[in-house]
């Protein structure tokens, strides 16, 4: 089936650091892949949509500059937090949609990052 | 715009009763529609979905929800619950952007 990985599982750094979260398919190629951030005992928040060489689509009120998300390849797709503040602590999850698929397919989620800046 | 309300915060059932969790949505045009279980410090894993065809659509783990377009609801059932089906439960229905909006999410639990 359709796997999700990221990498790392969990990380912890200091304030004012930055941090890459990677996100990758195993097994088929993601055209299109999504950022959420989920806060503790809340739903997802979609942050971003990532197309295979273009440019990410963020939604209202995440910060570009601060989240930047590059998609070099149909596998891979990277979050990179930076200058981190304890604010920006969260779990954060991708997910990958198969290349050329319908609205009908589901997306696959990886297994999230837990982000802790101290 | 799309949205989607899961009523219940927690649901509890003893093991070996059926379970609900419920889900209602609002779409402009057809909807797509999807359930997630999360457990603790995981990501979301797909249970089932409708797109189109039966009301009642069978998915993972012995889950099964059923379409109701007239009350626009999904709610996400299982006949015999176990403890192992703890965990939280997310509805959500995909735009034609292909974007996902997720419900607020139902924590269930079901006791030994």
């Known amino acids: 089936g359709a796997v999700v990985s990221q990498h790392p599982s969990w990380v912890i750094c200091k304030s004012g650091t930055s941090v890459k979260i990677e996100c990758r398919s195993l097994?088929?190629?993601?055209?299109?892949m999504f950022w959420y951030r989920q806060f503790p005992k809340q739903s997802l928040m979609l942050m971003a949509t990532?197309?295979?060489?273009?440019?990410?689509?963020?939604e209202q009120g995440v910060e570009k500059d601060k989240f930047l998300i590059n998609h070099a390849s149909l596998t891979l797709s990277t979050l990179t937090v930076t200058s981190a503040h304890p604010e920006d602590s969260s779990f954060y999850i991708c997910?990958?949609?198969?290349?050329?698929?319908?609205?009908?397919?589901?997306?696959?989620f990886g297994p999230g990052t837990r982000l802790t800046v101290l | 715009a799309q949205s989607v309300a899961q009523p219940e915060d927690q649901v509890n059932v003893a093991e070996g009763n059926p379970l609900t969790v419920k889900c209602t949505y609002s779409?402009?045009?057809?909807?797509?529609l999807f359930w997630y279980v999360q457990y603790p410090n995981r990501g979301l894993q797909f249970l089932l979905k409708?797109?189109?065809?039966?009301?009642l659509v069978k998915g993972s783990y012995g889950f099964e929800a059923e379409f109701n377009k007239s009350q626009t609801s999904f709610h996400l059932k299982k006949p015999s619950a176990l403890v192992s089906d703890s965990a939280l439960y997310f509805c959500?229905?995909?735009?034609?952007?292909?974007?996902?909006?997720f419900g607020p999410g139902t924590r269930l639990s079901v006791l030994p």
């Open positions: 997910s990958a949609s198969e290349a050329l698929a319908g609205v009908g397919n589901e997306q696959f």
């Open positions: 097994d088929f190629q993601a055209t299109t």
């Open positions: 990532s197309n295979e060489g273009s440019k990410a689509t963020y």
């Open positions: 779409v402009s045009g057809n909807p797509y």
């Open positions: 409708y797109i189109t065809g039966d009301n």
């Open positions: 959500a229905v995909r735009d034609i952007g292909q974007n996902f909006v």
